[in-house]
Each structure stands twice: as C-alpha cells, then as structure tokens.
C-alpha cells in the first residue's frame, strides 16, 4: 500500500516568489491536512480538506492557500515568499472520520 | 485557546529503561490524541492512539493512558531499545466536529544510550 507521497522533497526560492507543494493521499484518503514545521514553533496547522472542499483552516495569513482536486490530490500555494516561511512543509491524510492521520515525508522549502 | 502542553523536551534513558512523556490538552472537547514518532528526515510516524472513551490503550511495549478529568495524558515506553531515539510528538483533535486538524505539543526528543 503506497503511502502519502509529498513533491517535491526540497525546494529553494527567492523572498517575493511563490510556489507550489504537491500531496498524493493515500489510496481511498478523502482527508488532506497540511502542516508547517519549523524549530522555534513546531507543528502547526495551515488547513484541511475533504472531498475538495477546505473544511479548516489555521492561523495563517492569506498568502498561504491549497485545493484539493477531485483525485483527492492536494497542492499549497504559498505567495510572495517570506525568509520566515522557511519550513518543512508536511501533508498528511486520513479516511476523514477524524482519526488515523499518515503523514508524507514533507517537503523542505528555504526561502533566500 | 487551543493548547497542548508536553513534557519534558529531551529524555535520555538508558537500554532496557522505561520511558515516559506527558502531555496537558487545553480543550475540554477533544476527543481523540495521537502519537506520532519523528526520524530526522523522516514525516512524523503515528505509533498509538487512544479516543476519549477508552481510558488505556496497550501495543506491544507502547502504552498510552488518558485522564479526561485532568486532560492529560501519557505515553509509555517499556524495554527501550535504541531504535527507539527519536522525537516523540503528542497531540489533540480539538473540538469534536473531527475536521483534521491536530494540535501538537512541542515534541520531546527520547535518546537510548546502549
């Protein structure tokens, strides 16, 4: 059973730039959560979504946006790069009852 | 607000030790807590959970404990081995409308010494 695969793995862009994250759930996984790491603030929650529709969201501004497409694939888009938006960015999905979240293996994003 | 306390930040025990992290939830509502293992370069790997109405749950040397009245709860390492050494991340479904999201402690890093 293939896992939540997360593209890609690192990725460098310049302050002012924007990118793109890609998450694969795992087969049958409606839920797609995404998560920002780093050091100082730890694990924390950017949104959710759930049959293509965001079902939550956290306490981030509105730079950082997702989707989810109809294939349960999931991307963020975060815009107009900040150095403190450096992170490993994690996706992690589940059957969407709340419970049995598998985590990919991120993606390391550093903004110069 | 949403809050998960976790201690302590690092433990280091000794090969066969047991081990134990523990963590204070802030929403009385939660209903669900996780453990997820992290290896460097690794995505966070779950390793246990328990929902609210289960006050133990047992797997194999891993062991969790809930206390709804005190919101916290433990998680139990018996017979550490050195594979074990990694970070260890608590967390809380806050609320009760299960929507995915997770509010995670700040992690403790566990070390084995051979």
């Known amino acids: 059973k293939a896992g939540v695969t997360q593209t890609p793995r690192y990725l460098i862009k310049t302050r002012g730039q924007q990118v793109t994250l890609s998450c694969s759930p795992i087969?049958?996984?409606?839920?797609v959560s995404w998560y920002q790491q780093t050091p100082g603030q730890g694990l924390q929650f950017l949104f959710e979504y759930f049959s293509e529709t965001q079902r939550n969201k956290g306490n981030f501004p509105g730079r950082f946006s997702g989707r989810q497409f109809s294939n349960s694939r999931s991307e963020m888009n975060v815009s107009t790069l900040e150095l403190g938006d450096s992170a490993l960015y994690l996706c992690?999905?589940?059957?969407?009852?709340?419970?049995?979240?598998?985590f990919g293996s991120g993606t390391r994003l550093t903004v110069v | 607000g949403e809050n998960v306390e976790q201690h302590p930040s690092t433990l280091s025990v000794q090969e066969g030790d047991s081990a134990v992290i523990k963590c204070t939830y802030s929403?009385?509502?939660?209903?669900?807590f996780p453990w997820y293992k992290q290896e460097l370069g690794k995505g966070p790997q779950l390793i246990i959970d328990i929902r609210s109405n289960v006050g133990e749950k047992k797997d194999q040397r891993i062991a969790v404990t809930l206390n709804k009245t005190a919101k916290h709860f433990s998680l139990h390492i018996t017979e550490t081995q050195p594979e074990d050494s990694a970070v260890y991340f608590c967390?809380?479904?806050?609320?009760?409308?299960?929507?995915?999201?997770?509010?995670f402690g700040q992690g403790t890093t566990l070390q084995v010494k051979p």
């Open positions: 967390a809380a479904s806050p609320g009760s409308s299960n929507t995915g999201k997770l509010i």
């Open positions: 992690a999905s589940s059957p969407g009852q709340g419970s049995g979240y598998t």
């Open positions: 087969s049958g996984h409606r839920s």
């Open positions: 929403d009385s509502a939660s209903n669900y």
